[in-house]
């Protein structure tokens, strides 16, 4: 099979479109029900259960030590934060 050809599968339940089906199709979020399905990621968190975003100088060493156990690390400096403030 070279580059160019085509594999072409007929599905009765899945036909390919007309003009006719692209001129009424619509929009996703102009369906609510579509849309809420169709939404990626997890939904949002209450406004108080939210992470805010800083901006905090560590010595290079520490952030080396943290990044040192992989992928979470910046979760495992949250937690340590916390612990160490009694939270």
Do not use: C
Not at 16 to 32: G, L, Q, Y
Not at 63 to 86: F, I, M, S
């Amino acid at each position: 099979m070279g580059k160019r050809d085509e594999i072409v599968i007929d599905d009765p339940e899945n036909p390919e479109w007309t003009a006719k089906d692209f001129a009424r199709a619509k929009p996703s979020h102009e369906i609510p029900e579509l849309a809420a399905v169709l939404r990626r990621g997890r939904p949002p968190l209450p406004e108080d259960a939210r992470k805010q975003r800083v901006t905090i100088y560590l010595d290079r060493d520490l952030v080396e030590r943290l990044k040192q156990d992989g992928k979470g690390w910046q979760t495992r400096a949250n937690a340590l934060l916390r612990k160490a403030a009694g939270l």
